[in-house]
């Protein structure tokens, strides 16, 4: 499929997207928007997807060949706390709240982080929302933003594996006790088992990546997704990708499976 970034230059791209997710995290108007280069077919995605199906590996390769910028609410919660002060907005201070206590942070104030954002999902190149939505309010919050910005979504592509794969991808994650640099038993191990390659710190499995920790986190994924995927289903937007495979068997099927709906659409008008 060629309806995408193909003839945009890496290096500019990178650098443009690099200033937009910046912007994205601090509630910024994207003022360089302009410099992005628009692709030839432009996308506005949501990706889904359980911990451990890859999704952030098809992000980026999506957000390559799509020339569509990457935006992580994931990337917003993890430098609340890192923002001076000055630079958190009400919503961004309540949030931090909420993440101290080890609470959720509530639906309608992730409404309002989003809305704070909304000159990034007007970006002429498109984009890949990922983390966001999560909940139906929270689906039916964007339809009314974009519907405002005279915008819609494309599709939403929601990565799927088997329970049994899950729990073998994660829990064979080791992370470096110190720098935080993440390796895997199989698919990336470090050069000598137990110790990072970067600062030589001990590997560590977290707890949260232990089979039975794992299966729990499936369980409650699973059912606070079901909703949503229904939502979309029923808008006729949902698009379930098999994530076995390697990155660009996975890859190619997520970019199939797009032309495939957006073939379908087109022949509907």
């Known amino acids: 499929m060629s309806d995408g970034a193909g003839i945009i230059g890496k290096g ?23 410099s992005m280069p628009i ?3 432009v996308w506005r995605l949501v990706l889904l997807g359980a911990p451990g199906v890859g999704k952030g590996t098809q992000a980026e390769l999506l957000s390559e060949n ?5 935006l992580s609410t994931g990337d917003i919660f993890r430098a609340i706390a890192s923002l001076p002060p000055e630079k958190r907005s009400s919503a961004m201070e309540e949030a931090l709240g909420y993440m101290r206590r080890g609470e959720l942070v509530p639906d309608d104030l992730v409404i309002r982080l989003v809305e704070e954002r909304k000159a990034c999902l007007r970006l002429p190149c498109g984009f890949l929302l990922d ?6 309010p929270q689906a039916e919050a964007l339809d009314r933003l974009l519907s405002q910005e005279g915008l819609r979504l494309d599709a939403v592509v929601d990565y799927e594996l088997p329970l049994e794969t899950v729990v073998r991808r994660l829990s064979g994650r080791r992370v470096c006790s110190r720098c935080q640099a993440a390796f895997h038993i199989e698919t990336r191990p470090p050069r000598q088992q137990g110790v990072c390659d970067h600062c030589g710190a001990k590997l560590v499995q977290r707890q949260d990546d232990r089979p039975e920790a794992i299966c729990v986190r499936m369980q409650v994924y699973q059912q606070s997704t ?15 990708v098999p994530a076995e ?3 660009e068997e996975v890859f190619a099927r997520t970019m199939q499976q797009l032309h495939d709906m957006a073939s379908a659409q087109a022949s509907r008008l």
Do not use: N
Not at 131 to 136: C, D, E, I, K, L
Not at 226 to 240: A, D, I, N, T
């Open 39 to 41: 692709p030839s077919r």
């Open 12 to 34: 500019t791209f990178a650098m443009g997207q690099k200033r937009i997710i910046s912007a994205w995290i601090q509630g910024g108007e994207c003022l360089d928007a302009a």
């Open 226 to 240: 079901k909703p949503l995927l229904e939502y979309y289903r029923h808008r006729g937007l949902l698009v379930s």
């Open 245 to 247: 495979g390697s990155r």
């Open 131 to 136: 983390g966001y939505p999560r909940t139906v």
């Open 66 to 70: 799509l020339g569509a910028v990457h």
